[in-house]
C-alpha cells in the first residue's frame, strides 16, 4: 500500500519483493544442482552396474502363456539380466531352440523368465520335444565321409544312398531323400560361430517318418549308406534309378536272346517190319 503522507510504497514491501525473488532463485538453483547430482550418480552407478555384473539372456514370454499351450518363436524374447538372479533352469538364449515344440506345463506370466520346469519336459530340455507328430527321430552311425568331414551341422539337409551287392553286379542308388538333421553326435544347435572348425563325431540324428526308419534300418543290413549334404533351397529330387557297375563304365548291357525250345514230336506206335534174315 502507498503511504497517504509521502505518497511511496514503505520500503518493507520492496524488501519482500527481493527476498522472494531471491527466494526463488536459489530454489530454482538447488532443483537444478539436484537434478545433476541425481543423474550423476544415477550414471556412477550404472557404470559400476556394467562394469561388476554379469549378464545373461534369458527367454521371457512376449504375452502370457496358458497350460498346454505349445512354445513356438513367436511368443519369446531375449532379455538380459543379471547372473545373480537367473534361475539355473533358465531357457537361455543359447538353447531355447529345444524349448521350441514343448508344451507349457504351468501358466506362465509374460515377462517372466521361462523355466525347464514350465515345460513338459521337466527340469532339463527334452530331446523328444523337438520331433514332431507323426514323425520319428532316428539315430544313424557315420564314418569320416558321411559326416561330411566333420562339418555336418543339425538343420542341414541330406539325401542317404545306398550301395549294395558284389564285383560287376553291386549297384548304387538313393533310398531317401532330403532328410531333416536334428543332430550331430551331442549337438542339437547350429553352431553360428563361423569358425569353421572340424568337430567329431560318430553318429547323426535325423528326422524319418516310421517308413523311412524301416528302409533305413534295412539298408544298413544289405550294403553300405552314404550321404550327400544338398542346399536347404534346392528341393529337386534325384534320380532313382540305380547306377551299377557297368553303367559307370559306359557298358551296354548285352541281352541273350531267348530261344524257345520246341519239343520232339512223340513217333506213333506202329508195327515193326523186319525184312530179310533167317
Given at each position: ?17 527481493i527476498m522472494m525473488g ?17 543423474e550423476e550418480q544415477v ?236
Amino acid at each position: 500500500m502507498i503511504d497517504p503522507t509521502t505518497g511511496k510504497k514503505p520500503r518493507k514491501s520492496k524488501k519482500n519483493l527481493i527476498m522472494m525473488g531471491l527466494a526463488l532463485m536459489l530454489g530454482g538453483m538447488g532443483v537444478f544442482l539436484s537434478k545433476n547430482y541425481i543423474e550423476e550418480q544415477v550414471a556412477y552407478y550404472k557404470g559400476q552396474l556394467e562394469q561388476t555384473e554379469t549378464m545373461v539372456k534369458v527367454v521371457v514370454p512376449n504375452r502370457k502363456l496358458h497350460r498346454g499351450e505349445i512354445v513356438s518363436s513367436k511368443v519369446l524374447l531375449i532379455r538380459e539380466i543379471p547372473e545373480k538372479y537367473a534361475d539355473s533352469n533358465s531357457v537361455t538364449a543359447a538353447n531355447y531352440d529345444v524349448a521350441i515344440g514343448q508344451r507349457v506345463d504351468f501358466d506362465v506370466d509374460e515377462g517372466r523368465p521361462l523355466l525347464w520346469a514350465h515345460l513338459e519336459g521337466g527340469l532339463s530340455p527334452t530331446f523328444s520335444g523337438k520331433v514332431p507328430t507323426g514323425l520319428r527321430a532316428m539315430t544313424v552311425r557315420v564314418d569320416e565321409i558321411n559326416s561330411i568331414s566333420g562339418f555336418l551341422q543339425p538343420k542341414d539337409r541330406i539325401d542317404l544312398l545306398l550301395t549294395y551287392g558284389s564285383g560287376k553286379t553291386q549297384e548304387i542308388t538313393p533310398i531317401i531323400q532330403n532328410l531333416d538333421v536334428i543332430a550331430t553326435g551331442v549337438q542339437t544347435l547350429v553352431d553360428k560361430n563361423g569358425s569353421g572348425v572340424k568337430r567329431s563325431f560318430t553318429t547323426i540324428t535325423v528326422q524319418v517318418s516310421p517308413e523311412q526308419a524301416k528302409k533305413i534300418t534295412l539298408s544298413q543290413q544289405v550294403g553300405k549308406m552314404t550321404a550327400m549334404l544338398r542346399n536347404p533351397e534346392d528341393e529337386s529330387p534325384l534320380s532313382t534309378t540305380p547306377m551299377s557297375v557297368s553303367s559307370l563304365f559306359g557298358e551296354k548291357k548285352v541281352v541273350k536272346p531267348v530261344v524257345k525250345k520246341t519239343k520232339k514230336k512223340a513217333k506213333k506206335p506202329g508195327i515193326e517190319y523186319i525184312i530179310g534174315g533167317s
